[in-house]
Nanobody
Framework: QVQLVESGGGSVQAGGSLRLSCVAS????????MGWFRQIPGKEREGVAA???????RYADSVQGRFTISQDNAKNTLYLHMNSMKPEDTAMYYC????????????????????WGQGTQVTV
């Protein structure tokens, strides 16, 4: 099994930056895709960014050019670097992983992911 723990959330002013981290533990060698999602109360969970083991990335249009997803395989850690933040970026952010299944393009649909962290709140 895989466990995910996010950190790095907090409050930031509009235009500011924040970096989220997600540490994976357990059977991490079986992970083929990891992503960041966000959700505000009453709305569906939205895919923000995702990355494959080969470094292929995908971003939601709303964050393209402002957010960067990266991974440190040696530390089993996924990052989300958020710049030029806007009030509409306010949400609970979740890290997610897909063990076992292989993709050529990282998905941004929540139903594709079956391992989730507990979330970290970001307020702009």
């Amino acid at each position: 099994q895989v466990q995910l723990v996010e950190s790095g959330g907090g409050s930031v002013q509009a235009g500011g930056s924040l970096r989220l981290s997600c540490v994976a533990s357990g059977y991490t060698s079986n992970i083929n895709c990891m992503g960041w999602f966000r959700q505000i109360p009453g709305k569906e969970r939205e895919g923000v960014a995702a990355v494959l083991p080969d470094g292929t990335t995908r971003y939601a249009d709303s964050v393209q050019g402002r957010f960067t997803i990266s991974q440190d395989n040696a530390k089993n850690t996924l990052y989300l670097h958020m710049n030029s933040m806007k009030p509409e970026d306010t949400a609970m952010y979740y890290c997610a992983a897909v063990p076992g299944r292989r993709y050529t393009t990282p998905p941004l649909l929540a139903y594709e992911y079956n391992v989730w962290g507990q979330g970290t709140q970001v307020t702009v």
